[in-house]
Every structure is written in C-alpha cells, then in structure tokens.
C-alpha cells in the first residue's frame, strides 16, 4: 500500500517536472499566435509558477526516492511510435536517478532566478515576450535532457536548447553583431547535433532500442556497466565526444561562447555561466560508463579537457571585459569537469557542475550592476581607489610570452581556422558549381544571357 | 477484389477544380476569381479529406469510387486510391487552398487561377491514378500550367521545355518498349533504365537538376511551388519504376539522390537570391525522399513517406511565407539584411517554425520521418548513409541564414504596415497546427506509412524483380501488368 503511494506520488511529481516548462511554453506560444501576447506581469507570474511547480515536484521526488530507499524511478509515458515487426520504437522515457535529479533540480532553480531577474532587467523591452518564449523553449530542453531515459529524448531535448540558445543569442536582432554570432553558434550546434544524431542511431542499431538501461545496464548510476562491446563503444563515443564538445564549447568549437555574450544578460547567464554550457559535461557524465569501456575514450576526453583548460586560462587572462572573462573563466571550470569526467570521478563532476554553475550565475547577474555600484562606492568615498593589479603595461616580454599573449588575443585563432581551412573553401566551390549551374541555364536558354554574378 | 469508397470523392475532387478552371477562365475581375478559386479548392480540400476519412474506415489497402463515371464510360477506373496517395490528395489539395487564399490582391493579376485550379486538378488526378498510359498524359498535362504561365509572362521557356520534353519522351519509350519487347532482357534493360532517367529528371535528381531553379526564377513563386511541392517525381517512382526495376538501378538512384541532397544544401547555403534558395532547400528535401523510396526497404520507405508529407507541408507554409514577404517588398536578396521581423512577426515566426519543421527537428514529422530514415540507409549503405545527416546539417544552418537574412539584422523603415493580413494569418496558423500536430503525435502517421511502404514492396516482390538474379525477370510483359494492374488484386498476405 505504502509502495503504490509513493510510486503515485513520483508519477505526478515526474509529469509535474516535465509538464511545467511545456505548460509555460504552450500558453506564451499560444497567446503569440493568437496576436494577444500575455501582460508582462502576467508572463512573469505563470513562469515563476511553473518553475515553483516544476522545482516541487523534483524536490518530492527526491524525497520520496530517499523515504523509500530507491535509487531511481524510470516514468514511461508509452511509445511515441511504434513499428514492431522491425523492431524499432521511439519510447518517450524519463529517468529520475542520483544524476538527473540534482541536474533538474538546479536546472529549474536557476531557471527561476534567472527568470525573476529577467522579468525585470527586460521590463518594456520590446523583446519580452519573445525572450520568454525562447525561455522556455530552453528550460523544457534542459529539463527532458536533464531527465531523459532514452538517447533519443536526450536529443529532443538537445535540440530544444541549441536552438534557443542561438535564438537568444540574436535576441538584439535588429543589430548585425548578434544575428551573425548567432548563426555562428547555431552552425557549431548543428554539427555538434548532427554527431549525436548519428551516435543515437548507432545506438539503437546496436541496442534494439534508444534506453539507456539498455547500453548503461540495470544498475544505478554511477555503478552501471556499459553493455555495448569496446570497439562499439569506441566509435559511438567519439561521436558523443564531438556532441558534447560542441555543446560545451570545448576545443576547437571554443569561439562561439565569448560570442555569445551578445545575447542579454539573464541568457548570456543561463549559457555559459550556468546551464548550457554544462551540458556537454552532463551528456558525457550520463554515458560515462561507456567512456570506461575504452581507454582510448578516456585518454581522449581527458586530452580534450587538459587542452581547452590550457586555452581557457590563456585566453581568460587577456580579457577586457568582464562578460568575456567570465565566460572563459567558465569554459576553465567546465574544461577541469571534463578531466574529472575522463578520469572516473563522477560524483566530484556533478558536485562541480552544482556549484560551479551557481556561482558563476551569480557572478554574471551581477555584472552589469558591478560598475555602477563601483563608481558609487567611489562617489561616497570621495576619491579614486588604487587598482591594485597596477595598470603599467609590460614591455619587458620574451618572444615566447608574445607569442602566448597573441594566441591568448586571438582567442586560439580557432574561428579564423574553421573559417580560413573549412567554411571558405566549402563556400567557394559551392559558389563554383553555381556560376556553372548559371552558365549552363544560359547556354540552354533562348536569350542566351550572361550569367549574373551572385 | 478492390473495394469500393462510399461517395464518388476521387472523381469529384478532380471534377470541382476542373469545372472551376473553364468558370474562372472566362471571369476577368482577378478579385472576383481568386473567390471562386478560393471556395473551389475549399470544397476540394473538403472532398478529399472525405475521401481520406471514408478510405480509412474500409481498412483496405485500395479502393476506388462508388458508381464511378470514368467506369461506366471506360470500362474501368483509371482512378484509385490506396494507402500511398490517400494522404498525399488532402496535402495537396490544403496546399492549393492556402496558396490561394494567401494570394495578395496587388499580386492576383500576375497569378492566373484559372491554371492554378487547371493545375490542381490535373495532380490530384496525377496522385489517383495507377494506370501507366492515363498517367504519362496527366504527367505531360501538368507541365502546360507552367509553361503557358512562362509564355504569357514573357519568360524563356527554353529550358524547362527540353528537361519535360525529355522526361516525358523517355518515359514513353521506356513503357512502349517494356510493353512491346519486355521479354527480351536487354531491351526490359534499356526500357528500365529510360524509366528511372525519365523519373530522375522530373525529381530534380543531380546532374538532371536546373530545370527546378530556372522554373522559380520564371514563373510566380505560386506556381512554381504548386508546381513541385506535391512532388510528383516522387510518384513517378511509386507507381512506375519502383515496380520493374532492378535493386542495383534503385540503389543507384538513391546514392545519386542523397549526392543531390547534400549538393543541394550545399548550393542553399551559397544562394542569395531568396527563390533559388528555396529551390535548392526544396530539392534537397525531394532528393531526401526519394534516396528513401529507392532504398526499397520497410523502415527507410516509411521514413521517406514521412518526409513526403512533413516536408510537403513545412516547406509548403516556408514558401507561403516567402512568398508574403515577397509580395510586400519585392524580389528578396540574401546578400543583405532586411530586419523584418518587428513589421511582420507573424510570417517570421511561420518562415522559422515552418523551416525548422522541414529540416527534422524535434516535434516535427520530418523529424520522425529523419530518423527513420537514417536507419533504414544506414542498414544498407552505413557510410553513404551518413550523408543524409550532413545534408540535415547543412539544411538547417541554411534556414536559420535565411531567416536571419530577411527578418533580422537591421531595423527596416516602412511607411506603410507590411503586417500579416487576417487570411495570411489564417493561413500561418493552419500549417503550424497541421506541421506540429503532425510532429507531436506521429504515431497513426507512422503506422499508416509503414503499412503502405509494406505493401509496395510486397507488390514489387510479387513482380519477381527482388528474386534470383538482379535484373529484370524475362516474363517482362508480366510485370508491365503487374504494374498496370497494380490495384486489381490484394497483395499476397495483406
């Protein structure tokens, strides 16, 4: 009797975790599309609700696992389709474990402070209600990534948060800064995507089906055991490596997240302060044991770690400005999460991800207040205070300093590489077969005109 | 036995566009007749909702109409309806619909509804009928819209003429020579290859492609649309290749198909004239389905039909949107940013949500339809496969482009509104409750398109073309008749 009550009572509080953010985006959605956009107070309200929600049911869910003494519920909500004679299904699966539900439940907390601060950092902005929209197209992504039980939800909600997140970086979208940062971080996203996508399909080739239980096996995190062999294991790894190194901004994909920082603050917070940036962290922590399978995948993670923390504290030493240098000083934080990842401490990572992404939300909430408050201290003060890092500029540097000093400047050159070695020539032959395409229509055509340059 | 529909839909549905084509032809107030077209194409979204309705309660794999008239004429009906095309006609039909309602008064003038109801009847006939002869007429047919829309606007009509002269002469040959020497296999063999040449071309396949990109540049984006969107390349492949070609000359295809749809995407990328680019973006999805249909197994057919139909309607409401944006400020360039978005959010939204729909992403029925696929190319070509993945890649970074191109980037000054009018956001609000309700419960979609990918390549089997050897079987009449009779018989096992 007393294990039917708490089995209810995880029930709701699971659909309460996953129900809330969809609620929340259905209703501003809804009142978009119908021309009668929600009063700002009104959007504020219903997300502060949904999130209170959202964060109740994951806090009694919590509870309940503990009162009970299990270590993890799995919700299945059936199968969104179904094709049994080939034995493929899509099953829509949530997975609340020791890893999840930390996850979620600082997920919606920051949610909910990022979005109390929003509400008024973009009070009368023109943007409000389409900044809440693409809220909480972000929080419902980072929800079902957070709680996914099967590869393919992760990637539904995977998808959610990349596009958002490059939404929100365009947010000031009648300058031209942001809208071309934001393609450019939506172009990364989607090669990062492209990578889980193939990873998820070779997944559910190998496994009969997108569960994780099926690839991590049975037992709870982090004491699972991959099922998949070595070499299987190898490759679908590589590919979950290039996904979450995109998602994470780790090297070489590592120019977007300064980019990023055109967005407004509340969303330069929840990126690479906070949420999005540590989901590539959060992917490889979930599929970790299929890391420990192979050597290779650990060395290479730990290698990728080591490297953007190299890049990470160069390049944060160098910056001017205070956004830029928190968003690298994050990407230093994730880049030491994924040695620890590499290096088998899973629990110390998702105590890391905790409290990282909390002060780092903090810090970033704070800095556009940071100077004023300064210059009022000062005010009150009467006079300037010393700056006590000196401001003398250094002459006396050796050819190798200078050397670090630019590729710190350049932030790595590891956008001007993929530009110079990938993008441009892919563009250039592209735009090639388009003159020939151009020329060939006017040597068919009657008029025979010459070919406009594009 | 086939069954029969409980009401004359098929023959109505082609009837009431048709009857309203000769009405509209002699009308020359343009206001007066985009009213017309608008109820016609309403009544014929209606009859082939029916139709879909009526057809689902049977549980048959095909029927035909009650107390048909094409029957008592010709002795038997050239138009049936099955699991294949029954979801295809009501797509369509809302596709014509939509296009005409979201038709500006200051553009009816250029866009003739006489032919778009002319070119509406003449595919929804194209998409109810199985019979190879009535079929290459309705195929030639629908090239005429186009063409005379071309000749009246002034346009070169040179090149979209050679590539249907040519589509539509090798199919004839290909389906004399199959009928008339079929048993001799190097002549099936030439007849086959002719077909799958034929049908690569009206799909828009690599090399055979630039006939799609010079018809948007030539006729109004409406008819070009009409034109492909219902893809009837596609069709062309279901009904009369996929039954007596070999597997090697289907893979072949689908190979060649998935090269055109990353080349495609490619060539999106680089566009900056806003119909080239959705002609290369429409391409690369048409490649896609057809990579899936040639494939010729269960789960990568299904995925492709699903494409068929997302995509169909996705990229139907991205152009619809286009299309507004163009009627506002002109021919769009994508060297340059316009900054729309605060002047008409609604279309913004439609052209981004619309886009996304197209490229499979999540809450989407691509998106089912991307998956499904993937899988099913990768159990046959796991390396070739892949590119399916990279033209969805390419795709997306291409409508996000798009989007922020024409919506974003700088602050546009009008002195007029260029807000959405009440049927445009009609309009908008339709395909987006049909692409996410589609996406959002997928479930009957799939099942439905699974069983028809099922049961075509049962009827392909009991053609004997997938047994023994890989090549035509020497009986080739026999399959010429499987084909042409396609629906006179229940497939074995259904």
């Known amino acids: 009797m007393v294990q039917c009550g708490a089995i209810m009572i995880m029930i709701i509080c699971g659909m309460l975790i996953v129900a809330s953010p969809a609620v929340l985006l259905v209703t501003i959605g809804l009142s978009l599309l119908a021309g009668h956009p929600m009063s700002e107070r009104g959007v504020a309200r219903l997300t502060q609700m949904m999130v209170s929600a959202g964060t109740l049911g994951a806090v009694c869910m919590l ?88 590869i393919e939800t992760l990637f539904l909600g995977w998808e959610l948060v990349g596009l958002s997140s490059a939404l929100l970086v365009a947010f000031f979208q009648t300058r031209l800064n942001p809208v071309t940062n934001g393609l450019r971080v939506w172009s990364i996203y989607r090669f990062a995507d492209g990578a889980f996508l193939l990873a998820a399909l070779v997944l559910h080739h190998l496994t009969g089906g997108g569960d994780l239980e099926l690839m991590m096996g049975t037992a709870p995190w982090p004491d699972s055991v991959c099922q998949i062999s070595s070499e299987h294991a190898l490759l679908v790894g590589i590919l979950l490596i290039v996904a979450a190194a995109g998602k994470s901004a780790l090297v070489p994909f590592s120019g977007w997240l300064p980019r990023a920082m055109e967005g407004p603050t509340p969303s330069s917070a929840i990126f690479y302060g906070a949420l999005s940036v540590h989901l590539g962290a959060y992917l490889l922590l979930r599929v970790g044991p299929m890391l420990e399978k192979s050597f290779v995948l650990q060395m290479l993670v730990v290698s990728l770690g080591v490297a953007t923390a190299i890049f990470a504290a160069m390049a944060a030493s160098v910056q001017t400005d205070v956004k830029s240098s928190l968003s690298l000083a994050s990407l230093l934080q994730v880049s030491i999460i994924v040695v620890e990842i590499g290096l088998g401490l899973r629990y110390l990572a998702l105590i890391h991800i905790i409290g990282h992404a909390s002060m780092r939300t903090l810090q970033l909430l704070r800095a556009p207040s940071l100077l004023r408050d300064h210059r009022a201290v000062q005010n009150n003060l009467g006079f300037s205070q010393p700056d006590s890092q000196g401001s003398q500029p250094t002459t006396d540097l050796t050819s190798f300093q200078l050397r670090c000093y630019r590729f710190a400047m350049e932030r790595g050159n590891f956008d001007t590489t993929i530009d110079e070695r990938v993008t441009q020539p892919f563009l250039r032959l592209f735009r090639k077969f388009d003159t020939w395409e151009r020329r060939w229509i006017a040597f068919l055509s009657v008029s025979n005109d010459k070919p406009e340059k594009p | 036995m086939m069954r029969d529909l409980h009401f ?120 109810s009928c199985s019979f190879a002869t009535v079929l290459i007429l309705l195929l030639l047919l629908s090239t005429l819209p186009p063409w005379i829309e071309m000749r009246k606007r002034g346009s070169d009509t040179r090149v979209f003429a050679i590539y249907m002269s040519a589509h539509i002469a090798m199919l004839i040959v290909g389906i004399v020579l199959m009928r008339m020497w079929g048993q001799i296999p190097i002549i099936s063999n030439t007849a086959a290859f002719l077909l799958v040449l034929s049908s690569l071309i009206r799909a828009g396949v690599f090399p055979a492609h630039s006939w799609i990109s010079d018809l948007f540049e030539k006729t109004t984006f409406g008819t070009a649309l009409l034109f492909v969107a219902p893809m009837t390349g596609a069709y062309v492949v279901m009904r009369l290749v996929l039954p007596v070609v070999p597997v090697w000359a289907l893979h072949a295809v689908a190979v060649l198909a998935l090269v055109t749809a990353v080349y495609a995407a490619g ?130 970074i291409s409508v996000l482009r798009a989007y922020f191109r024409i919506f974003t980037g700088t602050r546009h000054v009008a002195t007029i509104s260029l807000s959405a009018r009440p049927a445009e956001r009609f309009v908008v609000i339709i395909i987006i409750l049909l692409v996410l309700g589609a996406g959002v419960w997928p479930g009957a979609a799939v099942k439905s398109r699974y069983h028809a990918a099922d049961i075509l390549l049962k009827n392909r089997q009991a053609t004997g073309i997938d047994h023994g050897s890989e090549t035509i079987e020497p009986d080739g009449q026999s399959a010429l008749d499987e084909l042409l009779n396609i629906h006179e018989d229940e497939p074995a096992g259904h």
Request: with cysteine; hydrophobic share 55%; charged share 15%.
């Open chain 1, 63 to 150: 509870a309940t696992l503990l009162a009970t003494g299990q270590v993890r519920f799995t919700l299945e909500l059936g199968r969104w389709f179904d094709l049994p004679i080939e034995h493929f299904h899509f099953t829509i699966k949530f997975l609340f474990d020791r890893l999840s539900i930390p996850f979620v439940i600082l997920s919606l907390s920051l949610c909910g402070i990022i979005g109390a601060f929003a509400s008024r950092y973009l009070h009368r902005d023109e943007g409000y209600s389409r900044f809440f929209l693409l809220y909480s197209v972000f929080m419902l992504g980072m929800v079902v990534s957070a709680v996914a039980g099967t």
């Open chain 2, 8 to 127: 004359p839909w098929l023959e109505l549905s082609i009837l009431v566009p048709a009857l309203a084509a000769v009405v509209l032809y002699k009308i020359r107030d343009q206001r007066f007749a985009q009213q017309v077209a608008f109820w016609a194409s309403g009544l014929t979204v209606c009859l082939t909702i029916g139709e879909w309705i009526d057809f689902g309660t049977l549980g048959t794999f095909s029927a035909q109409d009650h107390g048909s008239l094409v029957r008592r004429l010709f002795g038997r009906d050239f138009f049936v309806v099955d699991e294949l095309s029954a979801p295809l006609l009501p797509m369509t039909a809302i596709l014509f619909s939509l296009t005409i309602l979201a038709t500006m008064r200051s553009k009816a003038g250029r866009f003739s509804f006489w032919l778009v109801m002319a070119s509406e009847a003449i595919i929804l006939a194209t998409l």
């Open chain 2, 267 to 396: 060539m999106s990328l680089v566009q900056f004239d806003a119909r080239r680019f959705f002609a290369y973006l429409f391409l690369s999805h048409s490649s896609l389905v057809l990579a899936g249909l040639e494939i010729a197994t269960p789960i990568g057919m299904t995925g492709a039909l699903c494409i068929w139909l997302g995509t169909g309607l996705s990229l139907g409401g991205f152009a619809l949107a286009l299309r507004s944006v163009e009627a506002r400020i002109g021919r769009i360039s994508l060297a340059q940013y316009h900054g729309l978005f605060d002047h008409m959010p609604y279309l913004g939204s439609l052209f981004l949500l619309a886009g996304l729909a197209s490229i499979g992403f999540p809450g989407s029925l691509a998106f089912v339809g991307m998956e499904l696929l993937v899988e099913g190319t990768v159990e046959v070509y796991p390396i070739v496969g892949m590119m399916i993945v990279l033209a969805a890649v390419l795709n997306g």
